[in-house]
């Protein structure tokens, strides 16, 4: 057969049902004559995007794959293989090359070389007989491990290039690691005799399917539980004992709980140190658990490193407690004392979540929009910049995989096609996005995407015509060239485009227009909401 035809059946047995794209790439056509569907794109970036999410939201079950064209194509997508590599999300990226003779000739751009820093692993292929070896490596690094990019380039003359019949390729098995039994123990003391610990939840939690385990701890030693942007929505934020997730922005009960905590708990997490997630304090005892051993001692130093799934290690924890510790602690008081923490920190805020004059606050949008849809049956997404902030610390989520959130590097316009790619996934959800007018000029034609390719996403649009978040840091061309104003009618594009799209000004207008929202994505329809809001720069940063 040839080598497409076979890259092709190897996908398909793998689970692949989408692959999103960008011509000319061959492998499109193979693999709609395998019926597996092509999503095609206006942007590379956002190809890569809608399969991170795809990947994301099935807990790597599904993998999300993304194609390209060799020289420009795989060039534009390199932002979108970086940002999965930050958030440690595995997508198989399969670019065109440059004909074998011509691959390593400078300034022919070779995806291979040129991606294999921001990858999990990056092969060509070179010969087609070695076709399933190449991609059995590849699905073995996707399907095991901490999760990134792998990348097979395909060499633009191999695709007449037969390979051996019948194919050999069974799917790669899927292993899981646990931590080592001793540490186990020494954990399990800490936890027990900690007197005032917190969890800290990363996304590990989330490929993990770890949920009832994490949930189960926290209650059997009464322990408060914050996550991480990525771990959002690993714990229910409803529950007594949830902080709230942190970011840049966060609700005042985590760093207050982090700041007076004796032990730290992570739990499939990095504890990468950035700018968009939680400092964590110095001086504290951290038993770090995170399937990557290169993250112990990476960032904060770990009295404990307990390396494996964060599902079997929680099992174990939980087996190794409860043999001292045979039913719940009792909760009532660290509840009672969140809950006084939450209640003060809401009340500093109401007047912004419930502003009731135009220009519109972004914060009464998100609060309006949290409180309209049927939160179980949401997937939600924020942007870089303002439209994380401001939703990240406010939204409650209660279902598993229900939030996709990210920070590592903070690419603008990320999040139509996270909402987009969650959407294939899950089709019977409400799949939306919240940016702002920056995001949408770096990815805003993609919307066009939505449209043609019949993803009937909600785009969440917070447009105070201006870079708000900047105006601090650029008053001088601000004020005089005018450097961070930007402007446009969205609604008018997302009508241009085929879909639905509605400016809103007054904010009475802001709950029906959600509501003719949803309905059109019922009727199939992707809608654009354009909520025109003041340039609102205050968010919830520790410390208020």
Known sequence: MKLGTAIAEIMKREGIEILTGYPVNHLIEYAANADIRPVMVRQERIGVHMADAISRVTSGEKIGAFCMQHGPGAENAMGGVAQCYGESVPVLVLPMGYARRLAN??????????????????????????????????????KNGRGGPVIVEIPADMWNEEVPEPLNYTPVLRT?????????????????????PVIY?????HYAKAWPQL?????????????????????????????????LAVPRAVPKFLSEADVIFGIGCSFTETSFGIAMPKGKTIIHSTLDPNHINKDVEAKVGLVGDAGLVLDALLEEIGKTVTSDRNASAVAEEIAASHKEWLAKWMPKLTHNDAPLNPYRVLWDLQHTVDIHNTIITHDAGSPRDQLSPFWKSVEPLSYIGWGKTTQLG??????????????????????????????????????????????I????????????????????????????????MARAFGGYGE???????????????????????????????SKETEVSRPGT
């Not at 995806?111 to 076709?131: D, G, H, L, R, T």
């Not at 539980?225 to 004992?241: A, I, M, N």
């Open 176 to 196: 899981r690691t646990g931590a080592d039994p001793v540490h186990v123990k020494e954990a399990a003391a800490l936890l027990v005799g900690a007197k005032r």
């Open 105 to 142: 000739i400078d300034p022919n751009f070779n995806s291979s070389q040129a991606m294999k820093a921001f990858s999990k692993s990056s092969e060509p292929i070179n010969i087609a007989a070695e076709v399933g070896n190449i991609f059995r490596r590849a699905f073995t690094k996707l």
């Open 461 to 492: 649009l917070l447009n105070n015509f201006s870079m708000a978040i900047e105006l601090k840091v650029m008053p001088i061309s601000t004020e005089k060239y005018r450097s961070t104003d930007i402007s446009g009618d969205y609604a008018a």
């Open 414 to 459: 990320y999040g139509l096609g996270l909402a987009m790619g969650a959407k294939l996934a899950k089709p019977d959800k409400l799949c939306i996005n919240v940016w702002g007018d920056a995001a949408i000029g770096f990815t805003g034609m993609d919307f066009e995407t939505a449209v043609r390719e019949r993803i009937p996403i909600m785009s």
């Open 201 to 205: 939840a990363g996304q590990g939690v």
């Open 503 to 533: 400016r809103v000004t007054k904010p009475e207008d802001i709950i029906p227009a959600i509501k003719r929202g949803i309905q059109k994505t019922k009727e199939g329809v992707p809608v654009l909401l354009e909520f025109i809001t």
């Open 215 to 247: 949930k189960r701890l926290a209650e059997r030693l009464a322990i408060p539980v914050t996550t991480s942007l990525g771990g959002k929505s690993s714990f229910p934020e409803t529950h007594p004992l949830s902080l709230g997730s942190g970011g």
